[in-house]
């Protein structure tokens, strides 16, 4: 085998990354250039940095509890325990009230080890009561 050979055998493989962003959102210049590693990527995205809302309030990160109350909600109304905003007029629907319960046990199933105490004995009190809720309500429809 000859040099030549053995230093074609040794090529190094340059990586352009061409993402328009960096982690942290910022623009890259147009001549960035990486070598391939084993590292895992950082994400090259940055959620809605200035997204805000009318009259130029900035939105609040939305909290697991403030998620699941809000599904939970959704469910007292849709069994008619809880009359729907806005006055609007939204019709008893005890299968759709079943799909959202179902919805917030597979929530439960799917964070069971990630979520603090607090956040996994809430999300148990808050499915009791909605199915305790649907029980009662099925028996007078």
Known sequence: ????????????????????????????????????????????????????LEGGEVPEE??????????????????????????????IDMVAARQTIDIIAMLQKRTRGNLSTEEARFLEEVLHSLRMSFVARSKKH
């Open 62 to 91: 939305v909290a697991f509890s403030s998620f699941v109350m809000s599904l939970a909600t959704q469910v007292l109304v849709q069994i008619g325990e809880m009359p729907a905003p806005g006055g609007m007029e939204i019709p």
């Open 1 to 52: 085998m000859s040099h030549n050979d053995e230093a074609e055998d040794k090529k190094t493989v340059n990586v352009v990354d061409r993402r328009r962003f960096d982690a942290a959102g910022d623009s890259r210049s147009e001549d960035i250039s990486t070598t391939a590693s084993s590292t895992k990527p950082e994400p090259d995205f940055k959620l809605a940095p200035d997204f805000k």
